[in-house]
């Protein structure tokens, strides 16, 4: 396995235990590197993904509710709601990743960690975000331009 699709899956795991604490992300982060020996690149990009993730998390939900017809974020299975944070972010700030091998990679993860139906799901919404992406992103910029996405600090955020 690749070391951008070992960053995927810890920041899936680290994703998905904050659903279930009260930890801010330094405190999640460090948790899960207690019994763990990433090379540099692996951690470096892992802690980019949950930082970003959680830094714009609103924006992100936003744009996955936008194309998840009938389903509320909150009512989402948690694996298959983070797998589409994750894959959303890329597909809006890692502009250098093709929207199709973020798709791949997320229908990857969610064939391990999820199920059947839970890819299919997610492969609809990734598919629609990817065919909108120059919109999205540039919408994006737009919104973090006006100062309206800045940073913010996650410490006793419930993300469910």
Not at 47 to 75: H, K, P
Not at 142 to 147: A, H, K, L, S, Y
Request: proline share 2%; hydrophobic share 40%.
């Amino acid at each position: 396995m690749g070391r951008r699709r070992t960053a995927r899956e810890y920041a899936l795991q680290i994703l998905f235990q904050q659903e279930f604490s009260n930890l801010d992300t330094a405190d999640a982060l460090r948790r899960f590197w207690q019994d763990k020996s990433p090379t540099s690149d692996v951690l470096d990009y892992t802690e980019r993904l949950v930082s970003g993730i959680i830094s714009r998390l609103e924006a992100i939900d936003e744009v996955v509710q936008s194309y998840s017809e009938n389903w509320r974020i909150s009512r989402m299975a948690v694996v298959d709601r983070n797998i589409l944070r994750l894959a959303a972010f890329e597909m809006l700030h890692e502009e250098h990743i093709a929207p199709a091998v973020i798709i791949n990679e997320a229908l990857e993860i969610a064939k391990k960690f999820s199920s059947d139906k839970g890819a299919l799901f997610i492969n609809g919404i990734l598919d629609a975000v990817g065919r909108n992406i120059d919109r999205l992103r540039k919408e994006m910029k737009e919104r973090n331009n006006d100062g309206s996405e800045g940073q913010r600090s996650d410490e006793g955020h419930d993300p469910s």
